[in-house]
């Protein structure tokens, strides 16, 4: 005869089971709850001038027997899609004052976000308003663009308009034909629809003036990696300042700055209530360039050569006495100096860094 079990064995018996069916129900339900994919935030960056917009320029001719003005729009660089690029080149070519070209360049925003336009950079200089930026007898009055906020896939325009000075502004007679070219960037941030742009840690662009013997490099140039190029830890007031006239000097040095960076260095002066820039010569093609203006300078003020005041050039160095600009050529380097006495200067160095010396 078997045994009967005790009750304490029925128990036993109970738990187990229970136990069992719980399990198998948890991994019933887990794996109801098991959630197997991939998440992906996929935001695109693209925002550029529309390069298929070359003949979108309106000429007016200053006088009705002259000659008709020509101009062109170019562009350069990869930004993305087919055609869009990050810089248009305005070229101008003028032959009596009144003449006129009005450019209309078009941005579009291929971004998968919107776009906030913070800056139009002409020749590298940020302009943050209507302004006008004189290149030789041509000055060029930039636009704002029409709409500073681009929806995703939307596009707005921005005008340049290029004009020879009237005969007022020109110094004595003028003869023969000018071209003038600038260069247009354009710098964005992303946006938050019509409101603008989406904070940022704060950061400069714009111009600042220095007379100092500290030394500071160009963002691009040789010496960046010896002396600082970036203005955060600078201070105004002390170091710089916004305003030229501040300084109580006739020359100083003159930087451009893009979002807290030296992207440029010039060396004025004033002369005859005007001031007057020359870019670092930190290449020849710079040394060119500054050569003619040392040129213009000297035929627009009537100065004669080889004396005091007065101006000279040959192939290694240009200057003007009696304070100025002077230019020199090292191989195939150079540097730029302006001059308050014999023994003070602001400069560019050919390696790119720019210092006041007394």
Known sequence: MKKPMDKSNYIIIALFLIIVI???????????????????ILNSWCVGFDNTKTDTYEITKGLSIGTTPTGSMSYSGTVCGTNLVPTSSLASHF???????????????ASTVPVAIK????????????????????????????????AVSGTTTMKVIAKFQNDTD????????????IQVKINAEQGNGSDGFIPTAAEYTGTIYRWSTTRLANKDSSSASTYPYIITNLTEGTDYVKNASLLNKNYYLKHDIVDDEIINSYVCFVYNNAEHCMKGADNRASFAANTQIIK?????NNLPDNSNPGCYYNSSSSYCFGGGFYDESTGSNGS??????SSENCGINNSGYSVCSE
């Not at 800056?119 to 500073?148: C, E, F, R």
């Open 22 to 40: 719980m399990g198998i129900g948890y991994a019933a339900f887990s794996s109801l709850l098991t959630i197997n994919g991939t998440a992906n």
């Open 95 to 109: 032959y009596q004052p009144g003449d006129q070209i009005e450019y209309t360049l078009t941005i579009q925003n």
């Open 119 to 150: 800056s139009i950079l002409i020749d590298n200089q940020s302009v943050t308003s209507n302004t006008t930026i004189t290149k030789g007898n041509i000055q060029y009055i930039v636009n704002m663009p029409a709409s500073t906020n681009i």
């Open 170 to 181: 020109v110094t004595g007679a003028y003869a023969g034909s000018e071209t003038q070219t």
């Open 296 to 300: 213009d300078f000297q035929t627009f």
């Open 336 to 341: 730029a100096y302006v001059f308050g006495t």
